[in-house]
């Protein structure tokens, strides 16, 4: 796969870099010092250029790639005194969707996110990071609750799509979906939301009617999937990365089209790298967001809110 290739060409030049320090370390030859430096040099400026010339294939890989930091990772990481809180009040409580309180930096927060697995027995539970309606409702119930005690929400959004199995469609999985993102849209209490890998669909929009809304860099955001708009439009799920290139799915295409606010750089080499370096960095982005809103009134919140999204998809023919 591309994205093999990518890192593949990345370990061989580190293996050659180590190869040589050994010699140096064996030898005590000094005089290959100049080149050991070059050859580093020469690695970062290509890390630098692989993934700045990265391809939407490669792009869909990266955000799919199996150690991707999962909601709960972030929260380890971001998050003191959590607490997880269960169930929608209703039917269950679904493992794809998780959330509670905690504090970020000594403020009072809602943390809510869907939730992959970390190993196949794990997904299974999790489907996969897919919700079904018990989830959203979780999700929703956790989020007028934050809005009571005036709590900030923060959101993770990685997965496919809500879950599309039967029980799901029974239980109202469409308007699970579309009551949160009418319920949403009226909040009265910051709300940020961030797609840290897939944001498939309505599955990760009833997640994401937010006053502020980043992507991480290898994140990707669609109405739908590669796979399944190739299968609609060419009848050919082969052709999913010439969907994908249709479908602006990245970030850096969504931000100039004022779908997202905001994008939040990843380490080099993916997420997946360097956990705590990503956590950092979403820390930031995070710091700096809830000290912007906590300046507005709750009024100028939501108007701002409805605003946001009603501009979106508005467009001049040239």
């Not at 972030?74 to 997880?84: A, G, H, K, R």
């Not at 082969?238 to 602006?248: F, G, N, Y």
């Amino acid at each position: 796969m591309a994205k093999k290739d990518i890192e593949k060409e990345l370990r061989d030049l580190q293996s050659k870099l180590d190869n040589l320090k050994s010699e140096i370390s064996d030898n005590s030859d000094t005089a290959l010092l100049p080149i050991i430096k070059q050859m580093e040099d020469n690695a970062s400026t290509l890390k630098v250029e692989l993934y700045r010339k990265i391809t939407p294939g490669e792009r869909i890989q990266l955000a799919r790639h199996p150690n991707r930091p999962t909601t709960l990772d972030y929260i380890n990481y971001l998050i003191t005194d959590f607490v997880q809180l269960h169930g929608d009040r209703r039917f269950a409580d679904d493992h794809a969707m998780v959330g509670g309180i905690g504090m970020f930096e000594g403020i009072p927060v809602t943390v809510i996110g869907t939730q992959k697995g970390k190993d196949t027995k794990d997904n299974i539970k999790r489907h996969f990071g897919m919700p079904h309606p018990e989830g959203y409702r979780k999700a929703l119930r956790l989020m007028e609750q934050a809005e009571k005690f005036g709590r900030p929400i923060i959101n993770f959004i990685d997965t496919a799509g809500a879950y599309p199995g039967l029980g799901a469609e029974e239980r109202g999985q469409g308007e699970a979906i579309a009551y949160n993102l009418y319920k949403m849209s009226t909040l009265k209490t910051p709300v940020i939301s961030i797609i840290t890998g897939e944001g498939g669909s309505g599955g990760a929009l009833a997640l994401a009617v937010a006053d502020k809304v980043f992507m991480l860099t290898n994140s990707i955001y669609s109405v739908i999937s590669p796979e399944g708009c190739a299968s609609i439009l060419w009848k050919d799920s082969s052709k999913a990365m010439d969907a994908a290139q249709a479908l602006k799915i990245d970030a850096n295409n969504l931000l100039q089209m004022g779908i997202i606010d905001g994008i939040i750089e990843e380490p080099e080499g993916g997420a997946h790298q360097d956990y705590a370096g990503m956590a950092e960095n979403i820390k930031n982005k995070l710091r700096s967001a809830l000290e912007e809103l906590s300046q507005y009134e709750i009024e100028h919140l939501l108007e701002a809110r409805y605003a946001k999204f009603r501009k979106i998809g508005v467009f001049k023919e040239g």
